[in-house]
């Protein structure tokens, strides 16, 4: 089992591959990610997990960015480049954004689903 140097890590990717997420994609969503870190040669700045549920399965595929706090939602395998590519320049796809966190909680796109209370 490897154990991965992340003194240079400047993002972890969160892949949900949970149920509602796999069935929409989540295993090509996860692929397309993992090939376009690969491909701009950003192993070093970019880590990312496979999770279960994130709980946000009506967005689903979720892709969610740490220490920044970007929850993205509906990502398609096309959607890699645009992700880590905006990453890699210290910006963000902004056109999937579902949540942004703000130093003191997560701030909603209008446009998505509020959800249940937990």
């Known amino acids: 089992m ?3 140097d992340l003194s240079k890590t400047k993002h972890h990717i969160l892949l949900c ?3 509602s997420c ?8 996860t692929v397309a990610i993992r090939q376009e870190i690969a491909r701009l ?3 070093e700045q970019i880590h990312t997990t496979r999770t279960k549920c994130n ?5 689903a595929c979720v892709v ?3 220490p920044d706090g970007i929850w ?3 990502v398609q395998p096309e959607d890699a480049g645009e992700i880590v590519g905006k990453l890699v320049q210290g910006q963000y796809y902004q056109d999937k954004i579902s949540h942004r966190y703000r130093g003191d909680g997560f701030v909603r796109n209008e446009k998505v689903a509020l959800g ?3």
């Open 22 to 29: 796999m069935q929409k994609g989540g295993e090509e969503v």
């Open 2 to 4: 490897a154990t991965w």
């Open 17 to 19: 591959n949970g149920g």
């Open 116 to 118: 249940v209370k937990k």
């Open 72 to 74: 993205y939602q509906n």
């Open 41 to 43: 040669q950003a192993d």
């Open 55 to 59: 709980g946000r399965c009506e967005d």
């Open 64 to 66: 969610v960015v740490y």
